[in-house]
């Protein structure tokens, strides 16, 4: 028993839109414990939609559409799943008086293509749609096989799924077992090396263990079939215990952690406060503390010294050590770290100066160079970063932010460690 | 001649990860003019994946494949595609030294599960990655049939194809009549009302004009088929020039166009410098307005107030002022921009203060409340927000920050004009 996601519409093919429905759909599936083995985009092209159809409808027995039950002729989803298993159309009298309810609400005449979203397959159960007119069906066109249709609208598909599809998934007692999962995250290690620390790990069959390489991190997906969370835990936990004492310090987080919201309960829980001062990235660092709600009880705020004439005028920064170090420099970031420490009272200060590119690098400072100034109790240190030079500024500024956390990280990490 | 996507990753299946490769690929492909009539997603396991390459090789000539040619022993799209037409996998020795090199450059050791990213199918041109570890192929194992191979990093592919997949469609001979498009942009109207007052533009054929909904913004893409980017231009350029005449001051750039780089090119233009204060958005305004390359020119940097000691200390808001109105409103909003105005010397200071939830919203407050303050020559004022209280907290800071730099904008874009 296994499921097939197919999402019908050129634009996907186009690119005009981000597939997130087949995302959406995946999660469920896994949160259901309904093996996906497969998803197929097709445009609206009855020849090649009744293909994919006939492909899928071999391979797997649950096939989930998304996309063309619009009115519109080039909606023709329900039409070619129909004609493919020879069965004729039907209009349902309460899906047009639906239809037409909805229209009068908002006040605006109903069109007569919309009639063509009342015409189902004879045999085919209503998939009621609360909010859009496009209804979807669930149909069983021979046994073990079923079809479920939704609107690509991604909100009335989320809705209808919700309300409709997952009750009945259920209730036909598919998915008996769920895949739990549990991410861990890495920071200052590659993919291939940790791959390698934990290689025996990634042969396990349940729970499987599988490394996957983020931007400048690295994770770990423990995935675990059972029948419920607490056999889940209990197959995850000890693997996962084993993993991070492997790792050490490399590891940072697990699921929804972020460095920023690492370093916060660090800090929280020290009862101390940062501040930071930013060159290259340019807020960026300071965005990602504040995605976390509840920053402010750790987060005060900080300087994005762009322009040589900030880092003078509102941190501090020596010009004879501009003049004489350049902006990208240990000594600078440093001096940016205690500047804006001071400015703010703070007991962190953390700093960025680095050239992120495309332009600005030379033979001795090439683009990717980043100095991490950090500035706190009892010491002012600073760290150098060669990124690649050939990845984008986007890339090389995000990365030189998560280092700059994980540098910070580290430093409390390692201090709470030595007083224990 | 047409090409098909497939993407390999079990945690596609899974939905831990969006498939934004799929949509830029189908972009590209688009752009090209490559007819692409269906992607694949299919798991790391080497019997579906070989199925999905015997159906795709029956139906399309060009197979396009992102993921799975990492180090760790579950990425084996290489090793599937060698296997399906039977032929042996050989280690490049060039391959080899330049993943050694690239580990020396970053000071970390190589691992031993590198080497199997340097096993190519005999017969296939490497596809050179110039930053990560996995390069790619080109291969055709048979006549009318070619394949090539992408890592699933974003970032990696994108360049990859870029430097070397496009040169390689295109001295090739594919892709006759490319897809031409403009995207338009508008900040200020919503997607409805812009629909309504260019309706009579949706219903052209070539070029063909749909709108899409964007975080806080509405596009427009005019897209025409034709033999050369100057017919298309003709077909464009006339739409072009009605759609923008009906948005007005709505309109604010086209295609790659952003905000930050549009009031940038403003401000660059009239010669005049912009510093910010953030609350709110901690630093996410300075981050959009230094994401442009150049943007030393007119940006000279910030000051992430987040903490109210900041405000006072940092930019001179008056404490008096804090306690009455508090921190979101309007008259701390005005003496933040006048505050970094005068302490970074500038034309412009532009703020933000809002409540970005999902806690920390009052009856009079809401979540979504955020206020806007602009301060330049000759003037001093602020513009009030209210965002939908449910929208998450990175939705509210990102459009706001969208508004306070369209305020800008139209600031200036309405003193140019008047002055004319």
Chains 1, 2 share one sequence.
């Not at 619009?70 to 899906?95: H, K, M, N, S, V």
Request: contains cysteine.
């Amino acid at each position: 028993m296994s499921a097939e996601v197919i999402c019908v519409g050129t634009e996907l093919l186009l690119g005009d839109i981000l597939n997130s429905n087949a995302q959406y759909l995946a999660q469920q599936l896994a949160g259901l414990g309904i093996p996906h083995y497969y998803q197929s985009v097709v445009g609206d092209n009855p020849g090649r939609l009744k293909q994919v159809i006939e492909i899928a409808s071999r391979r797997s027995q649950i096939l989930i559409f998304t996309g063309g039950l619009g009115p519109t002729p080039d909606d023709l989803t329900t039409e070619a799943i129909a004609d493919f298993f020879g069965t004729p159309l039907q209009e349902r009298p309460e899906i047009v008086a639906d239809i037409a309810r909805k229209h009068s609400l908002r006040g605006r005449p109903m069109a007569d293509s919309n009639r063509k979203q009342a015409l189902l397959p004879v045999g085919a159960a209503v998939l009621p749609n609360s909010f859009g007119t496009a209804p979807g069906i669930i149909w069983q066109p021979r046994p073990n096989l079923t079809i479920l249709t939704f609107p690509g609208v991604p909100s009335e598909m989320k809705r209808m799924w919700q309300e409709t599809a997952v009750p009945y998934l259920q209730s036909q007692g598919w998915g008996k077992e769920p895949i739990y999962s549990r991410m861990l995250r890495f920071w200052g290690i590659s993919e291939a090396l940790l791959a390698e620390k934990v290689a025996a790990f990634l042969d396990l069959t349940n729970p499987t263990v599988a490394p996957y390489a983020g931007q400048g991190e690295v994770k770990l997906r423990i995935a675990a079939k059972a029948e419920s969370a607490a056999v889940a835990e209990t197959l995850i936990a000890p693997v996962e215990k084993q993993l991070r004492e492997i790792a050490g310090i490399d590891y940072y987080g697990a699921d929804n952690d972020s460095l920023a919201s690492v370093v916060g309960e660090l800090l929280q829980a020290a009862g101390e406060t940062l501040a930071v001062a930013e060159s290259c990235t340019g807020g960026g660092l300071g965005q990602m503390l504040t995605a976390i709600p509840g920053s402010s009880n750790y987060f005060w705020g900080g300087i994005i010294s762009y322009h040589n004439q900030a880092k003078i005028s509102l941190l501090g920064v020596n010009p004879a050590d501009l003049e004489e170090f350049g902006a990208v420099s240990d000594v600078v970031a440093q001096q940016m770290a205690v500047g804006v420490k001071n400015r703010l009272n703070t007991t962190w200060g953390l700093s960025i100066t680095g050239i992120a590119g495309p332009g600005g690098g030379t033979e001795v400072k090439p683009v990717g160079l980043v100095y991490i100034g950090l500035a706190g109790p009892n010491l002012v240190t600073n760290f150098k970063i060669q990124l690649h030079p050939q990845q984008d500024r986007n890339a090389i500024r995000q990365i030189s932010a998560g280092h700059a956390l994980d540098q910070l990280r580290r430093q409390i990490t390692t201090r709470n460690l030595s007083h224990r």
